[in-house]
């Protein structure tokens, strides 16, 4: 059994040209050097054995995965520079090349702690704490897979949740395999991996993770790392011929097709990777050539193959520029060791596949939906997804008020002192209106520019940075910017955006500052050293002209607009004009009643009941107040009241008059029969109906308005928007905080049916039912349920609601 173990890696490995040549350079004083490239062979080889248990849908990183990378780097390095290379450089090459996916095979301690996520009552031990929380703090970042498992599991589809369960360790295997490996290198290679008395773990684990960073981050390792008497490595080196090497193992061995056939390979990204690789005939790789044999059978498949193949472009360019300072590196010490690369693959073999009548299946081009950035975009506010310009306003300020909440809870989490400050600003300057936003947020760096400020529909609170930093903070928020697109909104009243920022990373510890400057949606970024020497951001917008929708308010009225955008901040927010100054803070809300919003239909009258509801329930995130009428008669409930009815003799014709009240979803309504003459001098009998009571709302979610009504009428109404339908009209002023959220469309002026909403509207109605019952006697209770059950156009949440109250 052991002499058939070492046949399976040991006669591969013998026949590789680093191996032989790292042989040559062993003399008897480092023969012990040999004993250890075949200990740690041997120990990756059977290791990665265990990858296919939790990795079986990817394309393989298996033992014959690590020899074919031993092998490319042999193909990338020529034979007289092969012997060039040090006995150390050579081990590391080696090493590197069985060592470098080592993390793709986690202990099974480790998995078994991560699927305690899902346990109802998980039972963690000090061992398995770290690994629960790492994966916990993944799981976290990816709210959208959580609720899909929510949903499977309430619909008792089983088979489809562990496979989504096995879809999300996979993934999470995948994202942290590079660090893991550096873990197993320490833990269990500690001080082994010797030449002579050099200790080339730590340099080991190091090349080995940075195949999964930044290439350039390679210039950072030791260029002349002494391992003994004239004896040199080139760390970088090694960690460029691996990083292409694991690249360029890209054919069919890598994806066998009995393998791919019994394999039940479901997850979308995995059959597209299978096939990929399936595609690949034969290829040749040296330092001169790169080029891949390709027959295709879908133009998917083929444009899969060319998409890698230009991530190989970029890498061998990459590479190229690092290995031209090794070259004049090792040039200037006189070391032989000037290699080459080829800029690009060759891509003339890729192919599609023919008939037997040598017709191919399918005309390939690189043709696919592509946008018009400037159509797009009047598209987008010519359909009103942003049709009132005050929206920008709403915008700029829920980006500030989500910046603040994260880092008020990264400095609770650091133990610093923080209070959140933003302010509105409205003044001339220059003859020009502007309008400035100033916050001491989170703040934004480069990458966070690049990859979220600048990408229209790239939301950075909707990414995995932010789950990932909403974990480590523990931060308990629902942002309320959330599709990336808000800044758009800009660009209605403004040609000009001025923003400086400067992001906060630690205790104590921020960015540098950067001044950014955008002339219109179109024009390129003009970024430069910024101002601010504290965490945050300003954003200051010149103002156009003809479309300021400030341009004519008094400053009275400017700030009252900034009020009614957050009717119910959650910290102090500052409004600056001229010559006016106010705060909004979280008691302003207070101030806003269902009382305050009452109109002329809602005027005191003898049959309506007024019954007025305080509503404080920030434990399951409503605040507010409500006003709800009810239709009475001699004091009790009723749900149609005839106020008179009289029948009347006009010119031998007897006529019926009739007027009464009826209680009607969202409404109390009169309706009245009345006898009029015509032009002709004809007597007839008209009828007429008016709503005496109307349901209104005003509602904000998390401090910022949404500006929709929750009684809309039926004909403006659009597919999934929400409505209320109570048999009973009421008044309704209401900000969704804490944890409750709801889902809102993009230019965030509507709730969305969803859950969110369903579980909103059940609590809603428990509490307005409960304030009724609260303020009337059993007996008045009594008739209203007899009402309300009677009524056939209640919503099914409101039934369900009241029938819990009954």
Known sequence: MIDDHKNEFLLRLQKSSLYISLKEKCSDKDAEVIALVEKMTSY?????????????????HDGDHLFRVLHLMERLIPKEKIENLSPPELLLLIASAFFHDIGMAPD????????????????????EQAFYDDFKRFYNSRPEDEKKLRDLISKGQFSQVELIKSYLITEYIRQTHA???RTIIENDWSNKVMFRDTDLTIELAQICYSHNEDPLKLLDLDKNLLCGPGIYACLPLVGVVLRL????????KRTPKILYSHLYVRNPISVKEWNKHRAVEAWEISPDLIQFSAKCSHPVIEASIHDFCSMIDHELSLGNNIISTLNDFHFARERDLHLKLPLKVNREKIRTKTDIKNNPLYIYKDTKFNLSKTQVIELLMGTKLYGNPEVALRELLQNSIDACLLRKAQEIKWGNLYEPEILVKYYTEGGDNVLEIIDNGTGMDEYIIDNYYSK??????KSKDFYNLKAESNAEFYPTSRFGIGILSCFMISDVLIVDTKKVYGPHRSSDSYNITVEGQESIFWIKEGKRDKPGTTTKLILRKNKNPWEDMSEDKFIEN???????????????TTSHKKTRNIDSFKEITSYALKDYSWEENENIRHIEINIDREDIGILGSATVAILESHNKPVKHLELNSRDIE???????LERDLKISVNS??????????????????DDSTSVLTKSKSRLSLHGIEVPASLFPQSWRMKNNQVKLSWPFPLILVIDICGERDLDLNSPRTEIIISEKWTDFEEQLAKIICQGIKNEVSAEYWSNLMEIFEASSSSSENFKRAFKIIV
């Open 668 to 685: 109390i309504d009169e309706s009245s029969k009345s006898i009029t003459i015509s032009d002709d001098g004809d007597i007839r009998t």
């Open 179 to 181: 660090d893991r490996a």
């Open 562 to 576: 900034v009020e009614s955008v957050i009717p119910n901040p959650p910290f102090d927010i500052k409004i600056e």
């Open 108 to 127: 099974e301690k480790e998995v078994l702690a991560w699927k305690k996520i899902w346990d109802y009552e998980p039972d963690i031990n000090t061992d």
């Open 456 to 461: 229209i529909g790239s939301s950075f609170y």
């Open 245 to 252: 090497a694991d690249i360029l193992d890209f054919d069919g």
């Open 44 to 60: 990756a080889f059977q290791r990665t054995k265990t990858i296919l248990r939790h990795m079986g849908e990817f394309t393989l």
């Open 650 to 656: 006009v010119e031998g014709e007897m006529f019926t």
